[in-house]
């Protein structure tokens, strides 16, 4: 049997009304009773658009011109927006971008989890330009274009972006994507390099470069000179995360400062911290504030990665207990607690989705927890919180869906209220959406 044939994708562009903007950051409009999402377009909006990809229950378009626009709409900053996939929202002031957030999260509440705050927090918000030190660069050589090319995909396929800067991007990198280019062009082995993992604390800046093929003497010295005249700090990765090496005199200390809290924490090229640096204080800060630690709490901190909220949680507490499932966080966790003169704080490694029971925190009481999960979010542990004393609950989520659902589940079935809830704008210019909620026990 032959299979179906795809139905064709119409060539004359259409006008139509956007109705709103959806939690990807596209438009979205119906024509003849079909949902069509627009790349570009904004709520409010008369635009012709051009087809892009026609699929059974939605179509998938692209702004060609705006014919009236919103009065939220600004020029993009970044002369890549809309072939480079790595934003979505440039076109769309940054006021209003986080205001969408806001009521983002408030529609997921609302729907998913049946619950609504008693108040909003004001958003969180810092720098939007040039905030990112954590990132994961593409890098492929085009023979057509007769170069490597550094970056993020394009918008709605695997290709990468032809990229001559990177305004979200700390400058250190961003403004030197085509420099980096070069020198990879210039490596025996610029076939055999798909990726660049970069990792900036708040002075030295790492290139992780992965590469399929050990570097030739006189690569590494490319490398090296790169490094020299730019201020990376260069590393290798030859196969697992295990094998990420320093090349001879590039190791370094990567660290970041939490000025607030006397706290100052060490961190690997590969391990998982904030993207925004600037912003993150400002998380913590917060987040402490609303969990009003006091001298006798004793403190549980889930998810608690190298210890970013634990160690100023224990700079209040009478003691904190930070649990991790990467082993290897949890000893820097360690070490970043006896560097700080902390002596309140204990760490142990568990897989916070599996069975806990046996775990030796779980026989004891806290007053406070604090979660912060992945996108996965923290229904498997929700449970136990009511049996370990928890009264007071401050959850920070990448992502609203699951922490929706896990208020559901602490409101309406495990006797905790929700007392507030904001979003945090940890990547401006994309509709990626960060938050904060408070929870009490019902008294």
Known sequence: MS????????????????????????????????????DGALAGERVRFRYRRVQRRFDEAVVEEVLSASPDRVDPKCPHFGVCGGCSLQH????????????????VFTRMGKVEPERWLAPLTAEHWGYRRKARL????????????????????????????????????GDRLQVIGDTIDQMSIRDQLPQIEVAMGDAACVLV?????????????????????????????EGGIDTVRPLPGQETALSFSLPNHDVELDFLPTDFTQVNLE??????DQALGLLQVEQGDRVLDLFCGLGNFTLPLARQAAEVVGVEGDAGLVARALANAERNGIGNASFHTADLYGELDHQPW??????KVLLDPPRSGALQVLDWLPRLGIDRILYVSCYPATLARDADRLVNALGYELRAAGVMDMFPHTAHVESMALFERRS
């Open 3 to 38: 299979r179906r044939s795809k139905k064709p994708i119409p060539q004359a562009p259409v006008e139509a009304e956007i109705e709103s903007l959806t939690h990807e950051g596209r438009g979205l409009t119906h024509v003849d009773g079909k949902t069509v999402f627009v």
């Open 92 to 107: 769309l002031d940054a006021q209003a971008q986080i205001r969408i957030k806001q009521e983002s999260l408030q529609d």
């Open 138 to 173: 593409g890098v492929r050589r085009v023979a057509k274009k007769g170069r490597t090319l550094v970056g993020f995909r394009e918008r709605g396929n695997s290709f990468l972006a032809d990229l001559t800067r990177c305004e979200v991007l700390h400058p250190m990198v």
């Open 209 to 237: 470069f992965r590469v399929m093929q050990t570097p030739t003497p006189e690569d590494e010295a490319l490398l090296l000179e790169l490094g020299e005249r730019k201020g990376f700090r260069i590393y290798l990765q």
């Open 279 to 284: 912003l993150n204080r400002r998380m913590v």
């Open 362 to 367: 779980m026989r004891q009481s806290f007053s």
